[in-house]
């Protein structure tokens, strides 16, 4: 079992930025994958970001590369998404996630945070 708890969104205006912490804990992550994913109101999850525990390898969605960056602090079993620029249209909930390397799907979800981008 891992456990993912996500804290740091809130209220931001069009421009700014914001880190959102995901920490977790009940494992050790060296054979996971960790997400970030969105949803916003409305629309269909989407992914946002990756990142390879073991190794630091990152993966950032198109629509988002440079301006999102996924990262990790192992001493602190914390994953971070850093979001630049931020637009209205960022607006969602916030997802961590996570899954074995071994698997094709995330079988770990934090409880969200929501990120709102005010114009």
């Known amino acids: 079992q891992v456990q993912l708890v996500e804290s740091g969104g809130g209220v931001v205006q069009a421009g700014g930025s914001l880190r959102v912490p995901c920490a977790a804990s009940?494992?050790?992550?060296?054979?996971?994958?960790m997400a970030w994913f969105r949803q916003a109101p409305g629309k269909e999850r989407e992914f946002v970001a990756a990142i390879l525990w073991s190794g630091g390898s990152t993966y950032v969605a198109d629509s988002m590369k440079g301006r999102f960056t996924i990262s990790r602090d192992a001493a602190k079993n914390t994953v971070y998404l850093q979001m630049n620029s931020l637009k209205p249209e960022d607006t969602a909930v916030y997802y961590c996630?996570?899954?074995?390397?071994?698997?094709?799907?995330?079988?770990?979800w934090g409880q969200g945070t929501q990120v709102t981008v005010s114009s």
């Open positions: 996630a996570a899954r074995l390397l071994s698997s094709n799907k995330y079988g770990y």
């Open positions: 009940g494992r050790t992550l060296s054979s996971y994958r």
